[in-house]
C-alpha cells in the first residue's frame, strides 16, 4: 500500500488559493527561526602574499550607509539596508530578505598597516583590504651549504 501525503488545505473549490497563501504565510512565521536574529552580512576573509581581504555581501545597501572603521586592533563594519516600500504594492506575498542595522567586528592583527587600508565597492560586495607591514611579509633566505 503506498503512502500519500495528506494536504487538507490543497487548491479546491472549498479551498482556494487565498486559504493557501494565508497558510504559508503562518507556517513560515511559526517556523522561522531567524525573525528575532538581527541581519549581518556574510563576510569572507583570506590572506594574499601583501593583504588580508575582507570581502562583504551586501546586495541592496548604498555606499553611504556604509561605515569602516578601524580602532584599537578592530576593524568595525556598520551598515544599513532599508526597507523600500512601493506605493502601488498591493501587499506581499513573501518576505524573506532581512532589513534593517547591522554592526560586525573583526580582530585586526599588528602585523596590518591601518594607515594604508583600502576599501571597493562593486556588485553588492563591498572589499576591504589590508595590506600588510613590510616586517610581515614573507621573505626568501638562501641557505647556503658548506661542502667538507
Excluded at 538581527?38 to 553611504?64: H, R, Y
Excluded at 539596508?81 to 560586525?104: A, I, Q, T
Excluded at 560586495?125 to 616586517?135: C, F, H, I, M, Y
Amino acid at each position: 500500500m503506498p503512502l500519500v501525503k495528506f494536504t487538507p488545505f490543497t487548491e479546491s473549490e472549498d479551498f482556494p488559493a487565498g486559504v493557501r497563501m494565508f497558510q504559508d504565510t503562518i507556517n513560515r512565521l511559526l517556523s522561522d527561526q531567524t525573525a528575532n536574529r538581527p541581519w549581518a552580512p556574510s563576510v569572507d576573509i583570506f590572506e594574499t602574499e601583501n593583504e588580508l581581504v575582507l570581502k562583504a555581501d551586501v546586495p541592496g545597501v548604498d555606499l553611504k550607509d556604509i561605515d569602516i572603521q578601524i580602532e584599537n586592533g578592530t576593524l568595525t563594519l556598520k551598515g544599513e539596508r532599508k526597507f523600500e516600500r512601493d506605493e502601488n504594492s498591493k501587499g506581499f506575498h513573501r518576505l524573506e530578505r532581512s532589513y534593517g542595522s547591522f554592526v560586525r567586528y573583526f580582530t585586526v592583527p599588528e602585523t596590518v598597516d591601518t594607515d594604508n587600508v583600502r576599501a571597493e565597492f562593486s556588485n553588492g560586495v563591498l572589499s576591504v583590504a589590508l595590506p600588510k607591514k613590510e616586517v610581515a611579509k614573507p621573505k626568501s633566505i638562501k641557505v647556503q651549504v658548506n661542502n667538507n
